[in-house]
C-alpha cells in the first residue's frame, strides 16, 4: 500500500491566494522528505529538501519566500504555494527518503487561474 | 555533479515486443541508480534499483536492468510488453556516500507506447 499521501490531490485557486499541500509519510517516521515540481510533459524537479525541526533547504533558483515548507513532525511536510499566479500550475510531487530509496505521494495538481 | 540522460523521448513497441529503455549516467563514483514508472496524473513508482549489489537487476511487472559500468549504462528492458506498460518512465541517480534516500537527479522520462 502506499506509504506517503498527500492532499489535496488537486486544487484550484485564483490568482493571488496561497495553497497549502500536505505531505504524510504514513509507515515510517521521516526526518527528510523532498519536493518536486513536474511541468506537463516534463520531468521531476527537485525543489528543496524539508528537514524536521530545522529550515528547509531549497534549490538554487526556487523562491523560498513563494514556496515556504514546514516539517513540524516527523509524518508531515506541507509546502505553501504563497500568493500564487498562473504560472505556478504545476504538479507537485512529494517524496519521504529511507536509506536506499524514495518513496513518493501521488501528486498534487495546482491549477492557478 | 551527476547526471542522467534518457535516450529517446518516446518509443513505441508492439504488444509482445521486446521493451528497450536507454538510461546512460554521469558520475564520478559508482551511483545508486533507479527506474521509476509514472501513470498519467499520479506519483511515480519504484520498479527497480541498483545500489551496487548483483549487476543484473528484476525489478516489478517483468522488467530488469543491467548496470554496465564500462558503459555507464543502466538500461531498461522487458522480454514481451503488455498494453498496460504504457506510461512514462524515469531513470534516476543519486550519490551512495549522502545515500540512496537521499538527492535524486532525474533523466528527461520516455513516454512508451504500446501498440496491438
Given at each position: 500500500g502506499a506509504v506517503v499521501s498527500q492532499h489535496p490531490s488537486w486544487v484550484i485557486c485564483k490568482s493571488g491566494t496561497s495553497v497549502k499541500i500536505e505531505c504524510r509519510s504514513l509507515d515510517f517516521q521521516a526526518t527528510t522528505m523532498f519536493w518536486y515540481r513536474q511541468f506537463p510533459k516534463q520531468s521531476l524537479m527537485l525543489m528543496a529538501t524539508s528537514n524536521e525541526g530545522s529550515k528547509a533547504t531549497y534549490e538554487q533558483g526556487v523562491e523560498k519566500d513563494k514556496f515556504l515548507i514546514n516539517h513540524?513532525?516527523?509524518t508531515l511536510s506541507t509546502l505553501t504555494v504563497t500568493s500564487?499566479?498562473?504560472?505556478?500550475s504545476s504538479f507537485y510531487i512529494c517524496s519521504r527518503s529511507s536509506l536506499y530509496e524514495q518513496y513518493f505521494g501521488p501528486g498534487t495538481r495546482l491549477t492557478v487561474t | 555533479a551527476q547526471s542522467v540522460t534518457q535516450l529517446g523521448s518516446h518509443v513505441s513497441v508492439s504488444e509482445g515486443a521486446l521493451v528497450l529503455l536507454r538510461c546512460n549516467y554521469s558520475s564520478s563514483v559508482p551511483p545508486y541508480l533507479f527506474w521509476y514508472v509514472q501513470y498519467p496524473n499520479q506519483g511515480l513508482q519504484l520498479l527497480l534499483k541498483y545500489?551496487?549489489?548483483?549487476?543484473?537487476v528484476k525489478g516489478i511487472n517483468g522488467f530488469e536492468a543491467e548496470f554496465k559500468k564500462s558503459e555507464t549504462s543502466f538500461h531498461l528492458t522487458k522480454p514481451s510488453a503488455h498494453m498496460s506498460d504504457a506510461a512514462e518512465y524515469f531513470c534516476a541517480v543519486s550519490d551512495p556516500v549522502t545515500g540512496g534516500g537521499n538527492k535524486l537527479t532525474f533523466g528527461t522520462g520516455t513516454q512508451l507506447k504500446v501498440e496491438l
Open positions: 513540524a513532525s516527523l500564487a499566479h498562473p504560472e505556478d | 545500489t551496487s549489489a548483483a549487476t543484473l
